[in-house]
């Protein structure tokens, strides 16, 4: 009963959503594409493909993060096992673009069927996977009790339980429980992700606790910081100056940032301010923003090179050239990361502190609740509540460089010491060298 019911939901739901996938598919060309692999039906070149795996890894994963996760997962299964084939699901266009990014031309990449018996039916038919890998949290009801009917390892890695979620999940218990009791093993992000999936009834003996896989793409890049570092050096940035850093900010928190620095440089002269915004397209309101408060702004985009040498303390550094964030960590004492202050949800704070700059966020970082809760119990990173608080902050660490330098000393050895996630979820999934 439990599961026509949950059928008969899914079959009214989706009916009720049909207009909207119909819309996207007219708006964004890519969501029309391979429509018919949601119903477990495959272009004829795909089906022959499938029909010449032998028993190939499924891995599955929706957003970006999520498709990120999914090809550290690879990548380390074919280090141990170069001949495993893999079949990559998701489920949006923007997933498929990404997946692409990963997949090789050994692998498949379909999109995941809808949740409906005939459909989940027809894609494990198809595939025969040796197992069926799951990204974060999804769970989709047939295709685990499809996995479990059949005998076929099931796993969710990086597994969380969002803030949102949680409250349902435990709700719902008594039919959330059979779902999570299905997987072979779950290994969750942190203990508080390991006690909502027991609140919602999941086998104690199958839940680990890994960590975030976040952890594990953190790396510094000597080259990136090489060429900061001379950009900065030829801005009049050297080191005899310290370097606060906007890192992936967002619109409101950029002005924040500037009227801070207005306010300190006058007790600090050596400080300087560079920003790097999230949206790059974005940099014009950012530039205007600068001039507004009395600043020239030295935008990298339009700086000559290699000639180009600007030397004034009433500058600030708009560095909105794409791909080199990880070089301004390298060379920051202060970071700030964005979207915590102005916006829900966080960018990443892991890279900082793995540069050892003291690095502060504001009160909005759902996105990396897994990754703040280890951070600030190892006291390796300031949390603020508002601009005022992070401004005092700043100003406390720009007064205590031995403070400053502690700080993101401890960031860093807090950061290496959670590194080697991937590799110990590896060794619980059994995959053996050859």
């Known amino acids: 009963?439990?599961?026509?019911?949950?059928?008969?939901?899914?079959?009214?739901?989706?009916?009720?959503?049909?207009?909207?996938?119909?819309?996207?598919?007219?708006?964004?060309?890519?969501?029309?594409?391979?429509?018919?692999?949601?119903?477990?039906?495959?272009?004829?070149?795909?089906?022959?493909?499938?029909?010449?795996?032998?028993?190939?890894?499924?891995?599955?994963?929706?957003?970006?993060?999520?498709?990120?996760?999914?090809?550290?997962?690879?990548?380390?299964?074919?280090?141990?096992?170069?001949?495993?084939?893999?079949?990559?699901?998701?489920?949006?266009?923007?997933?498929?673009?990404?997946?692409?990014?990963?997949?090789?031309?050994?692998?498949?990449?379909?999109?995941?069927?809808?949740?409906?018996?005939?459909?989940?039916?027809?894609?494990?038919?198809?595939?025969?996977?040796?197992?069926?890998?799951?990204?974060?949290?999804?769970?989709?009801?047939?295709?685990i009790r499809t996995c479990h009917a059949r005998g076929i390892p099931l796993y969710l890695v990086n597994a969380r339980v969002s803030d949102?979620?949680?409250?349902?999940?435990?709700?719902?218990?008594?039919?959330?429980?059979?779902?999570?009791?299905?997987?072979?093993?779950?290994?969750?992000?942190?203990?508080?992700?390991?006690?909502?999936?027991?609140?919602?009834?999941?086998?104690?003996?199958?839940?680990?606790?890994t960590g975030s896989f976040k952890f594990d793409t953190a790396a510094r890049a000597p080259l990136q910081e090489a060429a900061a570092r001379d950009f900065l050096e030829r801005c009049g940035i050297g080191d005899g100056h310290t370097v606060l850093l906007g890192a992936s900010t967002w619109p409101g928190e950029d002005a924040i940032l500037i009227r801070i620095y207005a306010r300190l440089r006058e007790r600090f002269p050596a400080l300087r301010l560079v920003i790097v915004p999230r949206h790059f397209e974005k940099a014009d309101a950012v530039q205007a923003e600068i001039e507004r408060a009395g600043f020239a702004c030295i935008r990298k985009s339009k700086t000559p090179t290699p000639n180009f040498e600007l030397r004034t303390p009433n500058s600030i550094v708009l560095a909105d050239t794409t791909g080199e964030l990880m070089g301004f960590h390298g060379n920051a004492h202060i970071v700030f990361v964005g979207k915590s202050l102005c916006e829900h949800g966080a960018q990443n704070m892991i890279e900082p502190c793995l540069c050892g700059a003291a690095t502060l966020v504001g009160p909005h970082t759902e996105n990396f609740r897994p990754v703040m809760a280890d951070l600030l119990d190892a006291q390796t990173l300031i949390q603020v509540r508002d601009a005022d608080e992070l401004e005092r902050e700043i100003g406390r660490l720009l007064a205590d460089p031995a403070a400053r330098a502690a700080l993101g000393a401890r960031a860093t050895a807090a950061v290496q010491r959670r590194t080697g996630v991937v590799a110990r979820v590896i060794d619980a999934l059994g995959v053996a060298g050859t």
């Not at 999520?66 to 997933?95: C, K, L, N």
């Not at 027991?198 to 086998?203: E, K, S």
């Open 164 to 209: 949102k979620s949680a409250p349902g999940y435990r709700r719902l218990r008594l039919w959330f429980g059979p779902v999570l009791r299905m997987f072979t093993r779950i290994f969750a992000q942190s203990a508080l992700d390991r006690d909502r999936l027991l609140a919602a009834g999941a086998d104690p003996a199958a839940i680990e606790v």
């Open 1 to 143: 009963m439990r599961w026509l019911l949950y059928n008969l939901l899914f079959t009214l739901a989706y009916l009720l959503l049909a207009p909207h996938f119909l819309l996207r598919m007219r708006r964004r060309g890519g969501y029309r594409e391979r429509f018919a692999d949601r119903f477990g039906r495959y272009p004829d070149d795909i089906a022959q493909r499938l029909r010449s795996l032998d028993r190939p890894v499924w891995i599955h994963a929706v957003s970006v993060g999520e498709v990120h996760v999914a090809g550290q997962v690879m990548a380390a299964i074919r280090e141990r096992a170069p001949s495993t084939r893999f079949v990559f699901s998701t489920t949006s266009s923007t997933g498929w673009r990404e997946a692409q990014k990963r997949v090789t031309d050994d692998d498949t990449l379909i999109f995941y069927p809808l949740d409906f018996p005939p459909c989940v039916r027809r894609a494990f038919d198809a595939i025969r996977p040796a197992m069926l890998i799951l990204t974060e949290s999804e769970i989709w009801p047939n295709a």
